[in-house]
């Protein structure tokens, strides 16, 4: 049972926007920025998004992160066939000791 | 370009305890950076393990707390994992990564930018 809860897939047609959610609690996502992580199988997570909003050199500007109080979502816009990947969300956790806590991830299918 | 290299055993018995270790190139480990790591069972979701600085300091998942130890060797520029007393349940893709944090207006602020192409390690007597 993952700390953050995501949708286990999503799914959507080339061109298409998509939105994947990400919802946390006061610990983490409410007092903490969040991040994306995109996966492709059998290769190690990419940073998507970090500090909520921003995207790092080389992402695309079709994907963009919000948050709003305990939640946040990632969309992507414009939605291509090689964006097919897994989506994690994740945030520190100020709970006990501290920590990082990920979403169960999404599966992301373009139809 | 920092690039991070995991290695160690692939497999490992159980009740053992699984040693990995993270060579960090084109860069220092003693930047303002924190080291982590990271694993994914076979089918499942990213689990934090915890990280280290180049001072020491370090930060564990409490679901695991007891179970590990991370280290950093500077003269080697790497880093490195024990997780002892091991099971099936820790059989699982590790990863090691750059993590930057600091404190913002809007929180905490903790993000791994850099990873490396992870190591399978499989937990079979």
């Known amino acids: 049972q993952s700390v953050l809860t995501q949708p286990p897939s999503a799914s959507g047609t080339p061109g298409q926007r998509v939105t994947i959610s990400c919802s946390g609690s006061?610990?983490?996502?409410?007092?903490?920025?969040v991040n994306w992580y995109q996966q492709f199988p059998g290769t190690a997570p990419k940073l998507l998004i970090y500090?909520?909003?921003q995207r790092p050199s080389g992402v695309p500007d079709r994907f963009s992160g919000s948050k709003s109080g305990t939640s946040a979502s990632l969309a992507i816009s414009g939605l291509q066939s090689e964006d097919e990947a897994d989506y994690y969300c994740?945030?520190?956790?100020?709970?006990?000791?501290?920590?990082?806590?990920f979403g169960g991830g999404t599966k992301l299918t373009v139809l | 370009q920092v690039q991070l290299q995991e290695s160690g055993p692939g497999l490992v018995k159980p009740s053992g305890t699984l040693s990995l270790t993270c060579a960090v190139s084109?860069?220092?480990?003693?930047?303002?950076?924190?080291w982590s790591w990271v694993r994914q069972p076979p089918g499942k979701g990213l689990e934090w393990i915890g990280e280290i600085y180049h001072g020491g300091s370090t930060n564990y998942n409490p679901s695991l707390k007891s179970r590990v130890t991370i280290s950093v060797d500077k003269s080697k520029n790497q880093f490195s994992l024990k997780l002892s007393s091991v099971t099936a349940a820790d059989t699982a893709v590790y990863y090691c990564?750059?993590?930057?944090?600091?404190?913002?207006?809007?929180?905490?602020?903790?993000?791994?930018?850099?990873w490396g192409k992870g190591t399978t390690v499989t937990v079979s007597s």
């Open positions: 994740a945030a520190w956790d100020d709970s006990l000791t501290g920590r990082v806590v």
């Open positions: 006061s610990s983490n996502i409410g007092s903490n920025t």
């Open positions: 500090s909520n909003n």
């Open positions: 990564a750059r993590g930057l944090s600091g404190l913002a207006v809007a929180g905490t602020f903790y993000y791994m930018d850099v």
């Open positions: 084109g860069g220092s480990i003693s930047s303002s950076n924190w």
